[in-house]
């Protein structure tokens, strides 16, 4: 079905087309994600299990091949995968000439030096980053994008150019582990966990916004609960997942995250997760890995969406509100509408 004002609405609240049955335009068909079956996933009650699982891994499915590399933050999940890549290749993201999170990049220095990495680089900027693969990651999944893609693209890219045969990555980790401490910080009001979640109200932005209200109703407890779990379990990452999976595709380059086929054999200790621990399991492990480093706060992929958008004006098009003013939105939320705003120029120039 086509109906791009739904398409525009749900992109604005999810970053993703929500809907597999819509589309912005006629001939297209966006790209879907569709989550690891549970009885493909290994069972986990502790650190010791994610070790062991990780090593069944590296030991088995991804023994076949010669070359792999890292895709290296300097952040828990993707540290304790490089203590399993000795001697590999691992890639890290470093912008504006490494005054961008320098706290990120030391730490995926001391990860590489112990575990004998080899370290390459991914400078990324507006024009050798964004503005050469955003159109062409905005293509391959027929609906604008995360903020993330072009970047991923451009590492997939340069290490398919080093030989690199499959690229191993951390993103799983969160949902499985209870990385999503804000959306769990608390038991949720309906209507709360409805503004918490969406990224960008479409109402707020869109002339004439779909109601994403459907999205969630069917986890709506009584009249003003919600059973936020069962949401979360259902649309947490999808988004993220299906920013990887278009940008490793859109580059010709495999990729495997390991977390991805894992799941906890009982529930997540919220109580832990609220004082202040998330992903404990995952601490855990990365304590038994790195002794002498304190545990990293955790933090989403960077990208200086910030820094980009300082100056922008906000969108042009007549989809639009007229009377949008900048100084209310995150750079993230600019991003959304600068993106959706060249997605919609490239079908539907004006």
């Known amino acids: 079905m086509i109906d791009k004002n739904y398409c525009m609405s ?17 001939g297209m068909k966006h790209k879907i994600f569709h989550k690891t079956k549970s009885n493909k ?42 203590s399993y890549m000795q001697g590999c290749d691992a890639y890290t993201f470093r912008f504006l000439g490494g005054r961008f999170q320098s706290d990120e990049l030391n730490r995926a220095k001391m990860f590489s030096h112990k575990y004998n990495l080899k370290l390459h680089y991914v400078d990324i900027d507006w024009e050798n980053t964004v503005e050469k693969y955003v159109d062409q990651v905005m293509k391959a999944r027929s609906t604008p994008v995360h903020s993330i893609e072009p970047q991923i693209m451009q590492a997939a890219i340069q290490a398919k150019y080093d ?34 979640f969406m990224y960008t109200a479409p109402e707020d932005v869109l002339i004439d916004a779909v109601d ?26 999808v988004e993220t997942d299906l920013s990887f999976q278009n940008a490793f595709e859109t580059a010709g380059l ?8 894992m799941e906890l054999g009982e529930p997540l200790d919220l109580k832990r997760i609220r004082s202040g621990q998330s992903k404990y399991l995952i601490r855990e492990l990365f304590s038994i890995k790195y002794p002498e480093i304190p545990i990293p706060e955790k933090l989403p992929m960077p990208r200086p969406v910030d820094y980009y958008f300082r100056n922008w004006n906000g969108p042009q098009r007549p989809e639009f509100k007229n009377d949008l003013n900048m100084d209310n939105f995150t750079g993230n939320q600019k991003w959304q509408m600068y993106c959706l705003e060249r997605f919609l120029n490239l079908y539907e120039p004006l």
């Open 10 to 26: 749900s992109y604005m609240a999810f970053r993703f087309v929500e809907r597999d049955d819509m589309d912005f335009y006629e």
């Open 41 to 82: 996933k290994k069972i986990i009650f502790t650190a010791e299990d994610i070790d062991e699982a990780i090593k069944l891994d590296f030991s088995g499915t991804l023994s076949k091949y010669k070359k792999k590399g890292l895709l290296l933050s300097g952040g828990m999940d993707s540290g304790i995968l490089a």
């Open 163 to 196: 030989g690199i045969d499959i690229m191993i990555i951390g993103a799983g980790s969160d949902d499985v582990f209870g990385g999503i401490d804000k959306l769990l910080s608390k038991d949720w009001k309906y209507e709360e966990f409805k503004n918490r």
């Open 212 to 237: 994403m209200d459907y999205a969630f109703a069917p986890w709506r407890v009584g009249v003003d609960d919600i059973d936020y779990m069962g949401f979360l379990d259902a649309n947490s990452t």
């Open 254 to 261: 495999m990729y495997y995250d390991p977390y991805v086929f």
